[in-house]
């Protein structure tokens, strides 16, 4: 029903009768992952796009040795999304569990170790332009082993998933906002929530 909706344009319509759910569960979370599922594959396309524009105007992304301007889905991913469950005890929401799915990382971020920029034709500094960049799960395995000690540690503090560096990062100056993330409230009853960080979007159009 809600694919349904979404397909017919529908989407702000959709989006409010998620948000309206908490917490997503049972076969309702199998509609909204459904839609997820719909709403990556345009991101996907957009994502491609765009990075072919920026590729044939010599954008190079940083740490292009860890990521592309966007990074396929792989057949490793299932054991990564089965790992992160394990660690948290909780479900991975349903839109970044498409993104990854569908979408796989995304990094439009300059690589400011070989110069300046191709001119795009945007009269911006780099911290205004704020370039899309979202993890693929690829580099989400290397927060595994600071969520185990945590777990150990401190039970009692939070799960936080990192999902992209905030926009003076971007820019190669420090000092700017914490990342972008997700964050597990407790390992017992984890839910998801946005006070310290900007969290990954439950939705997406």
């Avoid at 590729?55 to 889905?73: D, Q, V």
Wanted: proline share 9%; hydrophobic share 40%.
């Amino acid at each position: 029903m809600l694919l349904r909706t979404y397909e017919a344009g529908n989407f702000e319509a959709v989006w409010n009768e998620i948000r309206s759910h908490s917490p997503i569960e049972g076969s309702l979370r199998a509609e909204v992952l459904e839609v997820a599922i719909a709403a990556m594959r345009r991101v996907a396309r957009n994502a491609d796009l765009l990075a072919d524009r920026l590729r044939l105007r010599g954008w190079k992304p940083h740490i292009a040795e860890l990521t592309e301007l966007r990074s396929k889905p792989s057949l490793q991913d299932e054991a990564v999304f089965s790992r992160i469950m394990e660690i948290s005890g909780a479900p991975i929401p349903p839109t970044l569990l498409a993104f990854w799915s569908v979408v796989g990382g995304i990094n439009f971020v300059w690589d400011y170790t070989t110069g300046d920029p191709p001119d795009l034709g945007v009269a911006l500094p780099m911290d205004e332009m704020d370039p899309l960049c979202v993890d693929p799960r690829s580099i989400i395995t290397d927060q595994f082993d600071n969520w185990e000690d945590q777990k150990r540690s401190a039970p009692e503090d939070s799960l936080y998933i990192y999902l992209a560096p905030d926009y003076l990062a971007k820019a190669n100056v420090s000092g700017g906002p914490p990342p972008t993330g997700l964050r597990f409230l407790s390992w017992e009853r984890p839910r998801y929530f946005s006070a310290e960080i900007t969290p990954f979007p439950l939705s997406i159009t």
